[in-house]
């Protein structure tokens, strides 16, 4: 009965439980739940099972070759380890999920970027007091006046005063 | 001309917004080209120093080496009377019309010039004030978002983590199983071993009772009627004999 599997790998919950986003905190803690139930049924179970005092049997039962022969028995059988299936499937949506995370991260730094350009035309402005109306204009676009749709001042609708 | 009246008299106007904007624009327009691409120099704070509200200090700058610090009051007044007694000016009606329209208006620009101009910076103020305002939320709202972004960045890299997790819940799993395997395997072959054992202890057991039955059934069958009479008859002598030896110890 020996055969021991890839150990299992410790993880910081704490860490992890950091970079949730906060929207997806309840799927996290539904994992957490189910990963230590999990663990918890794993570790009430022992290691190695209980071991039979073959001796003992052979003076206690009466017929002659049978507790030699589960003795034999016994010994020959091993049980096979359980297939896993899932790794596979877990490897390739690992995959699957770092393809989309780069891709997310390019995005990212994309609005970063424009972000950026758009603090640094803010921080560069003139300050107000030494602005005209033309540069006031330049700066923000949306309060130039138009003056070929309303040609008489105040040349905008009267509602937008 | 009329603005440096009023610059010089209200002594408050800080900010030459479009005011000044407005009449020093009209001036650089003139020496400005549409391909002029140099940033213009900020506008002045305040207009040219003037003496009495009028007359510009640079005359007086411009005199002071030549005749000293009374040099253009004697101008002015050479001037004046040089006028009046050439009679180039008239004195006639219009005069004191003249001189009273000029009082009543120094007084009233003297009197209410700053709280006016106080009036105009601070509707000033308020424009300029939101226009700021709308700037620093700007900045703000960008550089959070920035961080944000970051924030997000830094937790995608944690991705690994979760499928870890689930590695780690397969391989538990797996092992859980197969350990619940050989338990069982072991149980069950001690249960039978253990039904063996118990099977033959019953077996003996009942061998055992069933034996002691029969034998007591035999012993009670064999006792004939005469051997039952004979042993209750020396069970009464033995019964006497002790009654009297009782008897005798209690009297001793």
Known sequence: MAGRRVAVKAIDWLAFAERVPPNQKSMFNALKTRSDAIAAKLASLPETPVVIDWNKYRKAVALPGMVDEF??????????????????????????????????????????????????KFKNMIPFDQM?????????PETK?????????PHKPISEL | MLSRLVFASAN???????????????????????????????LPETGGKVRHGIFPEELFQLLYPKTGVTGPYMLGTGLLVYLLSKELYVINHETFVAASIGAVFIYVVKKFGPSVAAYADKINEEKVAKAQEVKDQAIASYTQDIEDEKKEQWRVEGRSMLFDAKRNNVAMLLETNYRERLHMVTNEVKRRLDYQIALQDLHR?????????????????????????????????????????????ATT
Request: with cysteine; aromatic share 4%.
């Open chain 1, 71 to 120: 003795e034999k028995k016994f010994s020959a059988l091993t049980i096979p380890e359980p297939v896993d299936t899932q790794t596979s499937r877990i490897n390739a949506q690992e995959a699957e999920a770092n393809q989309s995370a780069l891709a997310y991260i390019e995005q990212s730094k994309a609005r970063v970027a424009l972000y950026e350009k758009q603090l640094d």
């Open chain 2, 205 to 249: 057991r009942m061998e055992q009772e069933h034996m002691v039955n029969w034998v007591e059934k035999n012993v009670i069958g064999s006792i004939t009627p005469q051997q039952e009479k004979q042993s209750i008859a020396k069970c009464i002598t033995d019964l006497k004999a002790l009654a009297k030896a009782t008897q005798v110890k």
């Open chain 2, 12 to 42: 408050a106007l800080k900010g030459s917004g479009p005011l000044g904007a407005g009449l020093v624009q009209a001036s650089r327009s003139l020496h400005t080209s549409s391909q002029s691409l140099a940033p213009l120099p900020p």
């Open chain 1, 132 to 140: 005209t109306i033309e540069d006031l204009n330049e700066a923000f």
């Open chain 1, 145 to 153: 006046l138009d003056k070929v749709k309303h040609p008489y001042w």
